[in-house]
């Protein structure tokens, strides 16, 4: 087993959020005669295990580069641009046939901003219209523009402020209000009904802003298998929060784009492996758990050339569409939030020393149900050292005599296949999510209210108490 150590973990306590997804190209989930059963099946699978659809963000760059043409006869016609973001995208009436494919998810929608011609807010108007009469009552808000940021000097003046977008902000959503929402037969809001990425004025729903894990220098155990960084990236939204709280308490708070890298240059050796499977548990984890936050949602960037991505959902060159690594960091997740809709979470403070492991409380209903434990110590097949491993003692309330074990598990941190969860693997086959393998579930025998349990590096663990004893 190679070098053993160890420590004890106290019982933690917090609240859970919900996650959900950002779709870059929404023509990738198909249409009403081909849909893409293979997405389906995975936002499935997701639901199955917490009793909710996942939230589905339709943004991005590719949102803002994208025009409506109501003749052309095609669904989409796309430019190809760098990083794998295409520089224009074309859509036709076909195209909004794609939210059918998801039925029950609730749908954010960015409208496109960043088109700076004299006829770009008439065609905006006519995309939210169209998608509005699509989804109906599953859309919950209209988001305006992506990363205005970059706007000066790109499709904006280089003198572009802050100013200048929060007027142009507020025009389009005056517009989309009177000639989109306005007398609308779903019961959507016909004022508040934004999203932000920054504050404009009271029309304002909710606040959300861009999160990512990518560094100037790129290792997976120091960038990404690392709880310390994880900590830094997400608490630095704590000062916007305290503020939204103060000050407009009524606006939520959410991760509008998050994954691991902020520009999409395709880190596939640190992003698409193993390794950043655990760092996606390890960051979900972290978000859901900090008190002080109200991140009301995390959407995960998915993107068919995106080193993070969790699956490749159409053919890419030579391969069939697969799923990735990062999936299982989601399906993790979500079976670690279940059904229970009062979940808490709060992590267990091993000090800056155990940067390598991270540990979780889960609650339901106030009462500890699950630890979620993550040796984030990078190791590989071709390590010239054994696995090395963890040796944790684990507390349990008065009552309880066992509980079962999961186990997330990989051949090494740089690994992009041969994975299992709980002795279950997920995959594409003829069109569809294809499950293998068989359920495994060890049982950890609890005396005297603690017990020791051994992780090897590069693991991650779910330990759920019996229910039934206490």
């Known amino acids: 087993m190679g070098h053993l150590k160890s420590w004890t973990m106290l019982s933690p306590l917090s609240r859970s959020l919900p996650i959900g997804l950002q779709i870059s190209q929404l023509s990738l989930v198909g249409n009403?005669?081909?849909?893409?059963?293979?997405?389906?099946?995975?936002?499935?699978?997701?639901?199955r295990k917490t009793g909710k659809h996942p939230y589905i963000r339709v943004g991005g760059t590719s949102a803002d580069r994208t025009y409506y043409n109501e003749s052309q006869k095609e669904s989409i016609l796309v430019e190809s641009g760098a990083n794998g973001i295409p520089s224009a995208v074309h859509v036709g009436p076909v195209y909004f046939e794609a939210f059918n494919n998801f039925p029950g998810s609730l749908w954010n929608f960015q409208a496109n901003l960043a088109n700076n011609a004299t006829w770009g807010l008439e065609n905006t108007l006519k995309v939210c219209k169209k998608v509005m009469s699509t989804l109906k009552s599953s859309l919950v808000a209209f988001e305006i523009g992506n990363e205005v940021d970059l706007y000066p000097c790109a499709v904006r003046p280089c003198g572009y402020d802050v100013h200048d977008y929060i007027q142009e902000w507020n025009t389009y959503a005056d517009a989309i209000s009177k000639h989109v929402l306005k007398g609308n037969r779903y019961g959507l809001d016909e004022q508040r009904f934004f999203q932000a990425l920054v504050f404009a004025n009271a029309e304002l729903k909710s606040f959300t802003t861009y999160a990512a894990g990518n560094q100037a220098w790129v290792r997976l155990q120091e960038t990404f298998m690392n709880h310390t960084a994880v900590v830094a990236n997400l608490s630095i939204y704590s000062p916007a929060n305290d503020y939204l709280r103060v000050n407009y308490p009524n606006i939520t708070f959410l991760l509008g784009e998050t994954n691991s890298d902020y520009t999409n240059i395709l880190m596939s050796q640190v992003e698409g492996v193993f390794g950043s499977s655990l760092w996606l548990i390890d960051y979900l984890m972290y978000g859901m758990s900090i008190e002080r936050q109200n991140i009301t949602r995390f959407n995960l960037i998915q993107g068919t050339t995106f080193g993070y991505t969790g699956w490749v959902p159409v053919p890419t060159g030579s391969m069939q569409p697969y799923v990735r690594p990062p999936l299982y960091g989601q399906i993790v997740v979500a079976d670690v939030i279940g059904h229970d809709p009062d979940v808490q979470i709060l992590p267990v403070e091993l000090g800056t020393k155990h940067w390598k492991f991270s540990a979780?409380?889960?609650?339901?209903?106030?009462?500890?149900?699950?630890?979620?434990?993550?040796?984030?110590?990078?190791?590989?097949?071709?390590?010239?050292?054994?696995?090395?491993?963890?040796?944790?003692?684990?507390?349990?309330?008065?009552?309880?005599?066992?509980?079962?074990?999961?186990?997330?598990?990989?051949?090494?941190?740089?690994?992009?296949?041969?994975?299992?969860w709980g002795g279950l693997s997920w995959n594409y086959t003829h069109g569809r999510l294809a499950q293998s393998g068989r359920p495994r579930h060890e049982i950890l025998r609890i005396r005297r209210g603690s017990a020791k349990l051994t992780i090897p590096s590069t693991e991650a663990v779910v330990v759920t108490l019996e229910q039934s004893e206490w």
């Open 32 to 47: 009403n005669s081909y849909p893409n059963l293979f997405s389906r099946d995975i936002l499935d699978l997701l639901y």
């Open 360 to 420: 979780y409380g889960v609650y339901e209903s106030t009462k500890l149900r699950k630890y979620v434990l993550i040796n984030l110590d990078e190791w590989n097949s071709t390590t010239r050292y054994p696995r090395p491993a963890q040796q944790v003692i684990l507390n349990f309330p008065p009552g309880v005599r066992s509980a079962t074990i999961q186990r997330l598990l990989g051949e090494g941190a740089s690994a992009n296949s041969n994975i299992s």
